[in-house]
């Protein structure tokens, strides 16, 4: 699902929403047997001029509300149920790819929210990351693009 077209919905038809969550850090982990990794970040994240930069939001991933004061509590609920709700009516912003074996997927994580449908049998997934600044790093090394707008 494109990420940036959700957060323009909800700059145009919730902008309280849109508000809270460019401005609010959320506090995000994930903890199995072998990591225990947390940050804090705006799951709308704004340029310079206001524009789309980044759109991340994993409802399984948000942390135990502790990390705001009690007198937002109600705000953090409010638009988290605005956005959820959005997130799970738009089947129409959502695609569907199958991988066969052997295939690849590259998704940008910071505008595309991705999962994976409910399966049976057994599958081998490999996951690999690269941030941004690395990925526009080696473009310019390479000579393909002078910054991140040329992305």
């Known amino acids: 699902m494109d990420g940036f077209r959700i957060a323009e919905e909800l700059k145009r038809d919730h902008p309280d929403t849109f508000h809270f969550l460019s401005t609010t850090p959320l506090r995000f982990s994930h903890e199995d047997t072998e990591s225990n990794v947390y940050g804090y970040r705006c799951p709308i994240e704004l340029g310079e001029q206001g524009e789309i930069r980044g759109f991340s939001f994993n409802f399984y991933d948000i942390a135990a509300v502790t990390f705001l004061p009690a007198d ?80």
């Open 72 to 151: 937002r509590i109600h705000d953090y609920y409010k638009h988290v149920g605005v956005i959820t709700k959005l997130i799970k009516e738009r089947d129409d912003l959502c695609f569907k790819y199958l991988l066969n074996p052997g295939k690849a997927v590259f998704v940008a994580n910071r505008r595309v929210l991705h999962g994976r449908e409910e399966f049976s049998g057994m599958r081998n997934l490999l996951g690999c990351y690269i941030g941004d600044d690395e990925y526009v790093s080696r473009l310019k090394v390479h000579h393909i693009c002078n910054t991140h707008k040329d992305i």
